[in-house]
């Protein structure tokens, strides 16, 4: 089993679709992290949180620590927010562990 | 500020070729990580750097050497290019502070590279 799993492998959405992205992980973790990677295969970090919630803009990312899991809503989906969704757990080291990434594309 | 930069963007080796890897950060970011990304698969470790002269193997080091004689770069190395090493390289630095703060990475655009 992976440390890192993302659900769904792969989503298309009609633009103005809410979107939800799921990430579980099986280890202790300090940290996720929220990643996107443009199709011209550029990464730019969305956040990073270790409790609650966090928004900016149309993005929401909440955690829970207990259950393991952090999911990614964007809401108002545009053409511009189709890319690679990719989740990232910090452990107690130094180092992330990476999920293997969502990829959401938004029909206009 | 230019961020992390890499070069290049595009390399072809042949099988048993040598190649160094660029990157720079301007940030004052005292870790920076390499990255290698297969096809559907999730980023995989290769070496990182806590700061200038301290480097440590990730979770895929084999085929590969770094070194970190300054903050700013971190060079990373091939030695005998072979084509299981045909992957997309990314660099990434963050800073922290050793209180643990929980701060984000910061990404190069990446290095395509195909051995043949």
């Known amino acids: 089993k992976n440390e890192v799993e993302q659900s769904p492998q792969n989503l298309t959405a009609q633009e103005g679709e809410f979107i939800t992205i799921n990430c579980s992980y099986s280890?202790?973790?300090?940290?996720l992290h929220w990643l996107q990677q443009h199709p011209g295969g550029g990464i730019v970090s969305l956040f990073m949180?270790?409790?609650g919630k966090k928004k900016h803009g149309r993005l929401i990312a909440t955690i829970n620590i207990q259950e393991k899991h952090s999911s990614l809503h964007i809401t108002a989906s545009h053409p511009r927010d189709s890319a690679v969704y990719i989740c990232?757990?910090?452990?107690?080291?130094?180092?992330?562990?990476f999920g293997p990434g969502t990829r959401l594309s938004v029909l206009p | 500020n230019a961020g992390v930069t890499q070069t290049p963007k595009f390399r072809i080796l042949k099988i048993g070729q040598s190649m160094t890897l660029q990157c720079t950060q301007d940030?004052?970011?005292?870790?920076m990580y390499w990255y290698r990304q297969d096809p559907g698969m999730g980023l995989k470790l290769i070496y990182y750097?806590?700061?200038?002269?301290?480097?440590d193997k990730g979770e895929v080091p084999n085929g590969y050497n770094v070194s970190r004689s300054t903050t700013e770069d971190f060079p990373l190395r091939l030695e005998l290019a072979a084509p299981s090493q045909t992957s997309v390289y990314f660099c990434?630095?963050?800073?922290?502070?050793?209180?643990?703060?929980?701060?984000?990475?910061?990404f190069g655009p990446g290095t395509r590279l195909t051995v043949l």
């Open positions: 990434a630095s963050s800073y922290s502070s050793g209180t643990g703060a929980y701060n984000e990475q910061f």
């Open positions: 280890v202790g973790i300090s940290a």
């Open positions: 949180l270790s409790s």
């Open positions: 990232a757990v910090r452990n107690y080291g130094q180092n992330f562990v």
């Open positions: 940030m004052n970011h005292n870790y």
């Open positions: 750097s806590v700061g200038a002269g301290i480097t």
